[in-house]
């Protein structure tokens, strides 16, 4: 997984007011638990832009007023209207325990079917991968050169070694549809 770096401030208060408060100051209320304790610490909002703008997988190295913990983010909240960052969840990696994590799709190879004129759907974005953090990958390649005109890949279809798919087997990643003016050829 890539790297990320978080700066962050222990919260004295808890509660919805201290929230809103630090909210208006441009800070993001955050928790994080897995490990030994909760700690629940504020951050500055433009830190987590690159967290979330990205469908990538990051290990976030939290800085607390000096002390660091390995960490994924778990959940985000966002306001309804305005899209500002209103909550987040972090998940500390800890040594021998596996953890849960959404993991972005990439495609490697060229398709048959698209040359042949087919159009590639993507059906499945992330896959849902658990293992120790050193073994999950920054992306999950899927080999779609066997595809051909109407033809799809499934979730079985990929193997990752030291890593639990969790997804159901027979999910679709991606398929090839057949455009209308070729399916009366095709039949």
Avoid: W
């Amino acid at each position: 997984m890539k790297q990320h770096e978080i700066v962050g401030y222990n919260r004295a208060n808890l509660g919805k007011t201290e929230s809103k408060a630090l909210r208006i100051e441009g800070n993001v209320p955050c928790v994080l638990y897995g490990g030994k304790t909760q700690v629940h610490f504020y951050s500055p909002a433009i830190l987590f832009r690159k967290l979330l703008t990205t469908p990538e997988a990051y290990e976030v190295t939290l800085n607390i007023e000096g002390d660091e913990y390995k960490a994924i983010l778990q959940d985000a909240q966002f306001h309804p209207v305005n899209d500002q960052i209103l909550h987040c969840d972090f998940l500390e990696i800890v040594d021998g325990v596996d953890i849960k994590v959404e993991v972005p799709i990439r495609f490697t190879g060229v398709a048959p079917g698209v040359q042949k004129g087919g159009k590639l759907i993507q059906k499945l974005r992330k896959l849902k991968l658990r293992g120790a953090a050193e073994r999950i990958p920054d992306y999950v390649d899927v080999n779609i050169a066997d595809l051909d005109l109407g033809k799809t890949v499934k979730v079985s279809a990929v193997q990752l070694e030291g890593v639990e798919i969790l997804d159901g087997p027979m999910l679709p990643i991606a398929t090839i549809e057949i455009p209308r003016s070729m399916r009366g050829k095709a039949a």
